[in-house]
């Protein structure tokens, strides 16, 4: 990032989000939940 660039606010979606950076690459990976009012399949 720019010297004098923010990183973006927190945003709580109920996942688990998680990035890595590495030489040559970078890794973005993320989990969900299905769910339909009230029931939350797992």
Same mark, same amino acid.
């Given at each position: 990032?720019?010297? %004098? =660039?923010?990183?973006?606010?927190? !945003?709580?979606? *109920? &996942? &688990?989000? /998680? *990035? =890595?950076?590495?030489? %040559?690459? /970078?890794? !973005?990976?993320? %989990?969900?939940?299905? &769910?339909? *009012?009230? !029931?939350?399949?797992?």
């Amino acid at each position: 990032m720019e010297p %004098d =660039m923010q990183p973006p606010a927190e !945003l709580k979606t *109920g &996942t &688990t989000t /998680v *990035g =890595m950076i590495a030489k %040559d690459c /970078v890794v !973005l990976a993320s %989990d969900q939940r299905a &769910t339909m *009012g009230f !029931l939350i399949a797992n």
